[in-house]
């Protein structure tokens, strides 16, 4: 049964994208943004989208609750008419589409020749922060979480191989061996931690236990690496500004639980800064 349902969700991502290509980006960006603030709650709960939120602001009135949740299915839909037109940010037919915040950092990183960990979350067209770096001269290496969808996870992995960056991962304990492999390699990582992990520990997000991923921490204590955050920003519906911050150094008395609480809280102003430009529908807090 679920195969029926793959394959008919595959066939309308399908046909969308072909639409999308013919609108181009503007138009398609509005579209699909359009097209998710009335379909997206059909396929996702609102009960978990609006439980997240009263998670993270507790006091927050109805107006704007509504309001942040109507911006995150516009940027839902405008990140999957995106994926059509990654080919162009990556052969730079849309540098002017993107600005960089902090370009200086990565030559600094590449010049020293020290692999590191990028992370970042869920916000706008997140892939372009893998893509940036790679383009940069980084060797890098991202995690991923395959999706459920089989059909649609073949042209998204070639999607993100082809044009984000080579080296993909997929999420899981092999997952965490092959990045280890590529790290003494001189790679450097790059993930995303908003996600919840089975094999992560609790730790405060929101003031609030959540099942967070570990791997940055235990590379830090391995290897004495450094951190660096970065953030996507959507700017005017089709424009983006990738923010790279410094470098983080922890101590070598910093636990595990401590770097991963100093990491979630970075997410967090990072999620306070443009709350209805990160995907809210992931079951955070279960």
Request: net charge positive; proline share 3%; charged share 25%.
């Amino acid at each position: 049964m679920n195969s029926v349902k793959y394959f008919f969700q595959f066939f309308i991502i399908f046909f969308l994208f072909i639409i999308f290509k013919i609108l181009g980006l503007k138009l398609a960006s509005n579209f699909s943004g359009w097209l998710l603030k009335i379909f997206g709650p059909f396929f996702r709960s609102k009960k978990i989208i609006e439980k997240n939120i009263l998670n993270a602001f507790p006091t927050i009135n109805h107006q704007d609750l509504k309001k942040i949740i109507s911006g995150m299915w516009d940027n839902y839909g405008r990140i999957l008419s995106e994926y059509i037109f990654l080919k162009n940010f990556r052969e730079s037919q849309l540098n002017n589409n993107l600005e960089i915040i902090g370009q200086d950092i990565l030559e600094e990183i590449k010049k020293e020749d020290k692999p590191v960990i990028f992370i970042s979350g869920h916000f706008n067209n997140f892939e372009l922060m893998a893509m940036h770096i790679e383009k940069s001269g980084i060797n890098l290496a991202v995690i991923y979480r395959p999706l459920n969808n089989k059909f649609l996870n073949l042209i998204m992995e070639k999607i993100r191989k082809k044009y984000i960056c080579k080296h993909q991962i997929k999420k899981g304990m092999a997952g965490t061996r092959q990045l280890l492999s590529f790290f003494k390699k001189n790679h450097s990582i790059a993930l995303m931690i908003d996600q919840r992990v089975s094999q992560g520990i609790k730790s405060n997000f929101f003031k609030q236990a959540a099942y967070t991923t570990t791997i940055p921490a235990q590379f830090v204590k391995k290897f004495n690496c450094k951190v660096v955050p970065i953030y996507v920003e959507r700017v005017n519906k089709i424009n983006f500004k990738l923010t790279i911050s410094k470098p983080l150094e922890f101590s070598g008395t910093s636990t595990i639980e401590d770097i991963t609480l100093d990491l979630n809280q970075i997410l967090e102003k990072m999620i306070l800064k443009n709350p209805d430009q990160w995907i809210w529908s992931h079951d955070r807090w279960k």
